[in-house]
């Protein structure tokens, strides 16, 4: 009987996996053999690997597994569609993943964490606390078990996608949890998206309530990923009310970091603005925010804020909303009022975590 838990070998890499067979005599081409069954032919087992000498099937059976994650809720949002699984991990715990429609393509939005440390007021996850931390095949099992909804149009109700078409055109890390304070598993997630999945990297997006020091290390990862970072208010003290955790750090700080990152990367910042009624939605924050993100080429997102149960926040009436904007962008500064899809499931921004009445889901 095996004494040590079994290791899941899809938190491996390629290199990794080939450097592991090699040790132990095997060829390294079998590593690839590994992946495809992994990551094409969605493999559940080891045993599934029908073209692995029976040798090595055994041998990997005794020290790995394969982590599939399983569905133990699917809620379907009756006005747009959007659709939130709870996910099941192997330790029983669960998490939760978003598949959001769009004429244009599919967004898989899904987590990082099983709660958050971050405790930000303004998100249900963080009423959670953190449980843990998602190893880099769980956060990559998200988007298998998505796209397998989608070709098998559990979700659409619709014609599966043209052979070899993807299922969606965009993987936005905004889901549960901080993806930079589980920053090793996110990083080798990553790199199993591009390396394994085939997923572009410029179609991959990474959303932050704002670590510089990550931030500037993640400036330096070789590749060109999306980096949103929620600022929430342009003052110190305001910032801190809603973000306790993340509000530490001084502003300055966070926004010579996302100036950094654009300089390395040149790609667009993405900053994330959640408006809450008599917290940060007055004027004169509309007039700061536009003075802090001056001279940076940056998409400024602003959210209304998603009520949850327990949170004593609401939003800002939509026509508040409007004159902030109209303030923004009367001084240069582009800002989109981006609407939150599944709300009505919680399924919105910063609603996932709260558990909702089982209304709606099948």
């Known amino acids: 009987m ?26 390294p ?24 000498p029976q040798d090595l099937r055994d041998h990997l059976e005794k020290y790995f597994t394969v982590v599939r994650l399983r569905e133990k809720l699917r809620l379907i949002s009756r006005t747009d569609g959007t659709t939130k699984y709870l996910l099941r991990l192997p330790d029983r715990r669960t998490v939760e993943s978003v598949y959001l429609p769009h004429p244009r393509g599919a967004t898989f939005c899904i987590s990082s964490q099983v709660g958050c440390a971050f405790e930000c007021r303004i998100c249900a996850t963080g009423t959670m606390r953190l449980k ?19 070709q098998s149009s559990v979700v659409t109700g619709k014609r599966n ?32 998206m591009i390396d394994e999945m085939g997923i572009g990297s410029r179609r991959i997006t990474v959303s932050t309530c704002g670590i510089p020091k990550k931030i500037v290390k993640f400036a330096d990862e070789p590749f060109e990923v999306g980096l949103a970072i929620s600022l929430n208010s342009p003052f110190e003290s305001r910032r801190k009310k809603l973000m306790p955790v993340a509000g530490k750090t001084p502003i300055k700080e ?44 940056a998409k400024l997102n602003l ?11 609401v939003p800002p009436e939509e026509s508040k909303i409007r004159k902030f904007q109209a303030v923004l962008e009367s001084r240069g500064q582009k800002a989109t009022l981006r609407k939150s899809k599944g709300s009505d499931i919680l399924a919105g921004c910063g609603q996932l975590g709260a558990r909702p009445r089982k209304r709606g889901h099948k």
């Open 2 to 27: 095996n004494e040590h838990p079994k290791k899941y070998i899809n938190d491996m890499t390629r290199r990794e996996i080939a450097s592991y067979l090699t040790k132990r005599g095997h060829p």
């Open 29 to 52: 081409y079998r590593a690839g053999q590994i992946c495809e069954w992994i990551y094409r032919k969605r493999a559940k087992s080891i045993e599934d690997m029908a073209n692995l």
């Open 132 to 150: 843990r931390d998602l190893t880099p095949g769980e956060i990559v099992d998200q988007i298998r078990f998505l796209e397998e909804q989608i």
């Open 161 to 192: 996608p043209a052979p070899g078409a993807r299922a969606f055109s965009n993987v936005v890390l905004m889901g549960m949890g901080e993806p930079f304070a589980n920053y090793d598993n996110v990083i080798k997630a990553i790199h199993l």
């Open 254 to 297: 966070l926004m010579d970091a996302a100036r950094l990152y654009f300089d390395k990367k040149g790609r667009m910042l993405t900053f994330e603005y959640v408006m809450v009624d008599g917290m940060n939605d007055r004027l004169r924050d509309a007039f700061a925010l536009a003075d802090l993100l001056r001279g940076l080429p």
């Open 303 to 313: 959210i209304a804020f998603n009520p949850f149960p327990g949170s004593r926040y």
